[in-house]
């Protein structure tokens, strides 16, 4: 099994309108992944590889290329846009800071950050550790197929939850313990359920 993972610092990429928003506090420390005070940070699990300053590339496989999700706050919320997104096995996924601080985080009990495994079986987990800076980014590449859970260190508690759903659902139940989050079949469905949509659905 093979997959990629990347972090980037830098604030040159802007996504969206809301990118003028205040920030959001982190709370000190690696968050069990890697440094995120700057941007740049070391991504868990094997084959993962960091750089700072926008070097990386996040070119998915032959099947996927790339999607972006949007890591927002704004007033008192705290999400991932789209919450629910479907892709093919091969695709990278990259995690943009648009406003605030956040992470990237799978819910995977061996990164010690959750209490319950909520993706794939075979799948390597991945923690972006918290991105401190507007337009900082984190990257990985989807290979196994089935149904992947994941949350923002310092907003799990507050529902910053999301799914993705890669080639086909499996391996979960039902919501993540932290909110709720679309369904499998819908996220199949609908390609994609941004954050708007699911919450006033």
């Known amino acids: 099994?093979?997959?990629?993972?990347?972090?980037?610092?830098?604030?040159?990429?802007a996504v969206g309108g809301l990118a003028g928003l205040a920030g959001c506090s982190a709370p000190t420390g690696d968050g069990g992944g890697g440094e995120g005070t700057t941007g740049g940070g070391t991504a868990t699990?094997?084959?993962?590889?960091?750089?700072?300053g926008g070097a990386a590339t996040t070119t998915g496989g032959a099947q996927g290329g790339t999607q972006q999700v949007a890591m927002i706050t704004e007033g008192s919320e705290y999400y991932f846009d789209p919450i629910g997104l479907f892709v093919e096995p091969g695709t990278t996924v990259e995690w943009v800071i648009e406003s605030g601080s956040h992470s990237s985080t799978a819910y995977a009990e061996s990164l010690d950050?959750?209490?319950?495994?909520?993706i794939p079986e075979q799948?390597?987990?991945?923690?972006?550790?918290i991105l401190t800076e507007q337009g900082a980014s984190f990257s990985y590449t989807f290979e196994?197929?089935?149904?992947?859970?994941?949350?923002c260190?310092?907003?799990?508690?507050?529902g910053m939850i999301a799914r993705i759903v890669c080639g086909?659902?499996?391996?979960?139940e039902g919501d993540p313990p932290d909110g709720d989050v679309p369904s499998e079949q819908a996220i199949v469905n609908?390609?994609?359920?941004?954050?708007?949509?699911?919450g006033s659905g």
């Open 1 to 13: 099994m093979k997959r990629r993972a990347f972090v980037r610092g830098g604030g040159t990429v």
């Open 45 to 52: 699990g094997e084959g993962g590889t960091a750089t700072e």
């Open 113 to 118: 950050s959750a209490d319950v495994t909520r």
């Open 123 to 129: 799948a390597e987990p991945w923690n972006s550790g």
């Open 144 to 151: 196994v197929t089935g149904t992947y859970d994941y949350f």
């Open 153 to 158: 260190l310092p907003h799990k508690a507050l």
């Open 168 to 172: 086909e659902p499996g391996d979960v």
């Open 190 to 198: 609908q390609g994609t359920i941004s954050y708007e949509e699911f």
